[in-house]
């Protein structure tokens, strides 16, 4: 595949089917979705469905990607909720078998200052937990090094910084957990962009995402709208080896197009 062809984007919660339209219609070749809300939801997925979106992703070579919600907290702990949080991502895991996805973004959950480790800990228990599950199933967990947020909010998301995100990276050897490389995230953090891909490389990556920002607070722009810089970025991944997807979080699907053809020349 050419790096254009490798361009994909995030429907969101939009009908799987008809973001599947809109990828056959234009050329894409990748999609990600969430399954929280709407059409997509987890339970809405008759074996039926499931057959035929997977047969039109086989005859167009269209590859889905599944995408948890950053809302639901992977490092809770409390008594009920927490098996529910469980419960949550093995049935995300169970739609992207069915599915034969590339895998599914999956986050660090969130803190709220007070006691931090307990919360570390919970999340990387529940990622181990469910990554033995991935496993099992065939399926692949990215974990995606989530955004920063101002020093005095109420809640803090855990594997937003290298440091936060080699705990569980060190912790989880796996093949079945990868690294969801969030561009616009890392640029919020003093590491930078080239801080995360020095840390990690790009054997590990699963998607890259990317959208633009300012460096200050998380937005996703349209490329050129804030200062990362997009060729820099896609040179250094392609010439480290990366060969796998890249997703556009941001804008109008004008937008998306309008990127793909620049970034598709990056090449």
């Known amino acids: 595949m050419t790096l254009r062809d490798r361009i994909g984007f995030d429907s969101g919660a939009t009908k799987l089917e008809d973001s599947l339209e809109t990828a056959k219609s234009h050329g894409f070749h990748y999609l990600d979705f969430g399954a929280d809300t709407g059409p997509n939801r987890l339970g809405n997925w008759t074996d039926e469905r499931a057959n035929t979106v997977r047969n039109v992703c086989h005859q167009n070579g269209i590859r889905l990607s599944l995408h948890t919600a950053s809302s639901v907290n992977i490092a809770e702990f409390s008594p009920y909720v927490s098996d529910a949080v469980d419960q949550y991502l093995r049935g ?7 599915l034969d996805c590339n895998g599914v973004v999956v986050h660090g959950g969130y803190h709220f200052s ?60 796996s093949d079945s957990f990868r690294w969801a490389f969030t561009v616009n995230h890392a640029n919020l953090v003093p590491e930078g962009i080239n801080g995360f891909l020095d840390a990690f490389g790009v054997d590990r990556i699963g998607e890259v995402r990317l959208a633009d920002n300012l460096g200050d607070r998380e937005v996703h722009l349209n490329p050129g709208e804030g200062n990362i810089d997009f ?24 937008d998306k197009l309008k990127a793909r053809d620049v970034f598709g020349d990056y090449e």
């Open 231 to 254: 060729p820099a970025v896609f040179r250094r991944l392609e010439s480290s080896g990366y060969l796998g997807f890249y997703t556009m979080a941001f804008g109008s699907l004008e």
């Open 92 to 98: 995300y895991i169970d739609l992207a078998k069915v």
């Open 114 to 173: 007070s006691q931090l480790e307990a919360r570390k800990l919970a999340s990387l228990e529940r990622l181990q937990r469910s990554v033995a599950y991935a496993e099992e199933q065939g399926v692949k967990l990215f974990l995606e090094n989530l955004n920063f947020e101002p020093g005095d909010a109420e809640i803090h998301y855990l594997a937003h910084t290298v440091e936060e995100s080699r705990y569980y990276f060190d912790a989880i050897s």
